[in-house]
């Protein structure tokens, strides 16, 4: 079976995003291995110039390389993010760079970086309450990590989102999750 991890950066209990991720998840577990890591929950520190000093002497913590290491042998990856701040909250690029190791996730030829991990398709999962459709220039998560991808070699990102939540009648609210979570289904279908 292959290994599929999830990426949960959801701050509320409550999560939107969560929601619609269970959808997906519902669909994938028949044919994956799944792994959830809870971002909020690692506690790994931003990238300080004290932890970049360290990673330079070849010190990385032993948790934060092996989740890496996970990651880059994963065969997909399911990221889930609330739409934060015109992005994602700041504990998932906290995240993302630690994760970002040499010779783990990527490596460079003496003229560009080369990524190494094994997956082939990314889905992003977010909910966004402001009217900002993914593609805008203010959805800056989509972008993010496409960038990622590029550097990482992941290949595909794919992004389900519900927007404009925050500014429509609580029962079209329901609708619109609900409509997210059919279309996540959908996806997860083929992924």
């Known amino acids: 079976m292959e290994k599929l991890i999830i990426i949960d950066s959801c701050m509320r209990e409550e999560s939107r995003t969560r929601v619609i991720l269970g959808a997906a998840r519902e669909v994938l577990s028949a044919r994956y291995d799944i792994e959830t890591i809870d ?11 004290e932890v ?3 990673r330079t002497l070849g010190r990385v913590p032993a948790e934060a390389l092996s989740i890496a290491d996970r990651i880059a042998k994963a065969d997909r990856l399911v990221i889930a993010a609330p739409f934060w701040d015109m992005s994602f909250p700041a504990v998932l690029k906290a995240f993302f760079e630690n994760m970002s190791l040499y010779n783990v996730t990527f490596t460079d030829d003496g ?3 080369t990524g190494l991990c094994k997956c082939r398709k990314v889905l992003y999962i977010t909910t966004r309450g402001m009217d900002i459709p993914t593609g805008d220039y203010r959805d800056q998560g989509s972008s993010y990590l496409k960038a990622l991808s590029s550097l990482w070699g992941l290949g595909e990102v794919i992004t389900v989102a519900a927007w404009n939540l925050d500014y429509m ?3 079209k609210l329901a609708e619109k999750v609900r409509e997210t979570a059919d279309l996540a289904r959908s996806i997860a279908e083929e992924f």
């Open 39 to 49: 971002v909020n929950a690692t506690g790994l520190p931003p990238v300080t110039p």
């Open 52 to 54: 970049l000093k360290e």
């Open 111 to 113: 003229t560009t970086c």
């Open 169 to 171: 009648p609580v029962e």
